[in-house]
């Protein structure tokens, strides 16, 4: 009933492949952005906006970008914090080294960066696959990870090896360092994710997304039907990586704030944004957004929420209770819903559609 | 079930204070940065209990500091920078007077927004090096005294044992450390000094990812016929480093870590032979010191600790009472001269500025020979202040040298050139508009 589509009739071939073929499709997801851009920014508190939202989006952005190369193309990548690490340096070199160019130029250039050294990591998965592939981007982390503390040019020689964000403008607002207030770079933030989200999207439903899902769903059939695997497979670690470099790059500048770049790209975090996806949704890009919502947002409300509202929960306690729970999500949706979140709300759309007389 | 009680009280009491404003009118809320879990919890557990433990000493003995009651939170940060800063955000609302990330990489978050917040950063003898220079850095503190101290004062050590700073020359000096910010921080202050007395240094970087697997540095250590070792290391690295050392036959008693590296399970890894090894420290070990009676009076028999009583007096368990003597020294300070009693983040750091720990008020406090004294000023938020040599005996610490100066004349000009290289490297860095203290 909620979902119904009767009625809506489609004149024209674009119609028919629009993203959001369905009214309330649109409606929703303006609504959504009308609550992201409006009613956040008003009503939201400094530690709502900072601690919650702007990790959300950075970690969405990522997972984006490693869904496109394991969920979309079924490539395992165990690389993702490095390839952030690559666009959160890049893009301080950039900025220090230009620094009259605006810094949303520089944030969105050293995906460039990065893609150029994701797909240089990509090119053994023409000749591996599955945990091989995945040993072979696990090199490509610890490569990395090793330059972002060796080679002391990418943080300009400072003696404590961090790197320091300056103050950067837009239209004379601060957007970035110290005195930019968290809803300016929630704004911000929030229209690369979007604009990032749209392309992604385009991407994905067009010609290219096919290929990478053809060659995901069967390489050699793909290649019979004159798919060429090596630029796919190529391309897909490209745009991931990307993608990655632009979360790696905001994940530095809109939300950290600087500090121990080094450590913040570690392995953990290649991993973390890979439970994003499993339980998200593998090949889906609303999947991104649930499961950076969900890793993201539970330790907090249990960290923070709990207390908030009167049920006395110990700081460490909810940290265990945090890696019990993650742990158990994983087994659960691995076992029970392969496809993570994206599904149950696939299912739950279904739901709508029919009730109250299911068929 | 204990510990579940006292957790369920603690934030209950946390609560009760945040429901009640009117009670906040003589309270000072000190939060405390600590870390119970993760990879490094074996040390964090140590600091938080002796930090809360202090702090609940002075609630309960004297009903807080100056008669403003202390609201202490504890907030998990696992050692993680994120978590740290979540940390930070969900207080900073609340007033606190201070801030104590107790992590590198948490503070040099801290110290861009630090000045924006008005909210001053203690980062006890770890953090930026450079932060110790105030005209640059109002808001930031790190005393008793910065990792360049200390590896002047562990050339110092050497030079004492030796026989004299000139018998230096053509020993080889080795630094073991971490391969991360942290870790390399000593190197320019030990290749400054290898350059003036002459001896030859090496560098044994061993990568977080490999802290329990020290094999091949060890190696390189026989090889190189090493004289001393300096251990710049952090968690699981300092007890490997010590078994390793017992194992590779290298004298234990010329194997000296910095403060960091001076934890009771760290030496314990090497059992019997680890006697001898040696730390840096500030402040000194056991619980006979009349502070840590009343610590055990008034915390341990109302059973309000998370600690085990055997454990006051450990190394690390004693340096987060100093860490929390820091705070209620600096909040008195700023009672002092505010004559508030619910003092500000800002009255706090004009209280470190004008901190002034003498001997004379070391035994009043019942710190007498347990730390040192200790001076900031305006431009100087490190004070550089003395620190010694202990030696692990086979079941503690014991003091093993005299207090001893770094070597400040090479020490601050090393400062003061790299706080102006941060500072230069951020364009919207603010400008120092505080006025210093009268006589301070």
Redesign the interface.
């Known amino acids: 009933m909620f979902y119904r589509e009767a009625g809506q009739f489609k004149k024209t071939y674009a119609a028919d492949m629009a993203v959001f073929p369905i009214l309330q499709d649109r409606i929703g997801i303006a609504v959504i952005l009308i609550v992201a851009a409006v009613v956040i920014p008003l009503t939201g508190s400094t530690f709502f906006i900072s601690s919650v939202m702007i990790p959300f989006l950075v970690f969405s952005l990522a997972a984006m970008g490693l869904n496109i190369v394991t969920g979309y193309t079924g490539l395992i990548s165990l690389g993702t914090g490095a390839f952030m690490g690559v666009g959160a340096f890049a893009c301080y070199k950039l900025t220090t080294i230009f620094p009259n160019v605006n810094i949303i130029i520089w944030i969105l250039a050293s995906g460039i960066f990065s893609a150029a050294i994701g797909a240089a990591f990509g090119l053994p998965s023409l000749r591996i696959k599955g945990f091989y592939l995945a040993v072979a981007t696990l090199a490509a982390q610890f490569f990395l990870e090793w330059c972002f503390v060796r080679v002391p040019w990418l943080y300009n020689y400072s003696a404590s090896g961090a790197i320091q964000v300056p103050q950067r403008t837009l239209f004379d607002v601060a957007i970035t360092g110290a005195n930019a207030t968290p809803t300016t770079r929630y704004l911000v933030l929030l229209g690369i994710v979007v604009l990032m989200t749209w392309v992604a999207s385009n991407i994905l439903h067009g010609r290219i997304g096919r290929t990478f899902m053809a060659v995901r769903d069967m390489d050699i059939a793909a290649e019979l039907m004159g798919i060429r695997l090596l630029p796919a497979k190529l391309m897909a670690f490209a745009l991931s990586s990307f993608y990655c470099g632009v979360a790696g790059a905001v994940m530095m500048f809109l939300w950290y704030g600087g500090g121990e770049a080094a450590d913040a790209f570690n392995i953990r975090q290649s991993f973390n944004i890979l439970f994003m996806v499993i339980i998200g949704g593998l090949g889906s890009l609303i999947g991104c957004f649930l499961g950076a919502a969900l890793l993201n947002i539970v330790p907090i409300i249990l960290k923070f929420g709990f207390p908030a509202i009167g049920i006395a929960i110990g700081s460490e306690t909810a940290e265990h209770l945090n890696h019990l729970l993650v742990g158990g999500l994983i087994i659960f949706f691995l076992i029970v819903e392969p496809h993570g979140l994206a599904r149950l709300w696939q299912i739950t759309k279904q739901k709508l559609r029919t009730w109250p007389f299911p068929y | 079930m204990k510990r579940h009680l006292t ?2 009280a ?3 009491t ?2 009760a204070s945040l429901a009640l404003p009117a009670q906040a009118q003589d309270s000072v809320y000190v939060p405390l940065l600590t870390y ?3 990879p490094f919890a074996g040390s964090g557990v140590h600091i938080a209990n002796g930090m809360r433990d202090y702090l609940e000493m002075l609630n309960q003995r004297d009903g807080g500091i100056g008669g403003a009651k202390i609201t202490i939170e ?3 940060t ?1 050692y993680d ?2 978590k740290g ?2 940390c930070y ?2 207080m900073k ?1 609340k007033n606190p007077v201070v801030v104590n990330p107790y992590s ?2 948490i503070t ?2 801290l110290i ?2 630090a ?2 917040d008005k909210i001053p950063v203690l980062s006890m003898a770890y953090g ?3 932060s110790a220079d105030g005209g640059n850095f109002p808001w930031v503190f790190n005393p008793p005294a910065t990792y360049w101290d200390g590896a002047s004062v562990f050339v110092k050590h050497v030079a004492a044992v030796e026989g004299g700073l000139e018998k230096l020359k053509g020993k080889t000096l080795g630094l073991m450390h971490l ?3 942290f870790g ?2 000593p190197i ?1 202050v030990l290749e400054a000094l290898a350059k003036k007395y002459g001896f030859t240094l090496k560098l044994y970087p061993v ?1 977080a ?1 490999q802290m329990q697997n020290q094999g091949s540095q060890w190696l390189a250590i026989r090889r190189d016929r090493v004289d001393w070792i300096y251990n710049q290391g952090w968690g699981a690295m300092n007890p490997t480093a010590v078994k390793e050392a017992v194992k590779a036959g290298f004298p234990i008693d010329k194997l000296v870590g910095v403060w960091w590296a001076g934890g009771d399970d760290d030496a314990r890894a090497g059992e019997a032979a680890a006697k001898g090894y040696k730390t840096l420290n500030f402040h000194n070990t056991g619980n006979s010191f009349p502070v840590m009676q009343d610590i055990l009076k008034h915390v341990f028999d109302k059973n309000l600790s998370q600690a085990k009583r055997e454990q006051v007096g450990e190394n690390l368990y004693n340096r987060g009472v100093y860490n929390s003597m820091l705070i209620a020294e600096a909040v008195r300070t700023a009672q002092k001269i505010t004559g508030k009693k619910a003092v500000t983040g800002e009255d706090v750091r004009r209280g470190f500025e004008a901190l002034n720990i003498t001997d004379a008020r070391l035994k009043e406090m019942g710190m007498e020979g347990f730390a040192n004294s200790v001076k900031l000023a305006c431009n100087d938020h490190n004070g550089h202040n003395k620190v010694f040599v202990s030696q692990w005996d086979g079941s503690k610490y014991v003091k093993a040298s005299d207090w001893m100066d770094p070597m400040k004349e090479i020490v601050r000009p090393l400062i003061e050139q ?1 706080a102006k ?2 500072v230069a ?4 860095w603010p400008k120092r508009t505080a006025p210093c203290e009268k006589g301070a």
Do not use: F, H, I, N
């Open positions: 957790v369920a603690l934030a209950a946390t609560l119970r879990t993760g504890e907030c998990e696992g920078t994120k800063v979540e955000e969900s609302g590198t990489g040099l978050q861009p927004k000045a924006v930026l090096s450079a391969d991360a910010p390399k921080e320019p990568p990812a790299e290289d941060y490297k951020d364009a919207g």
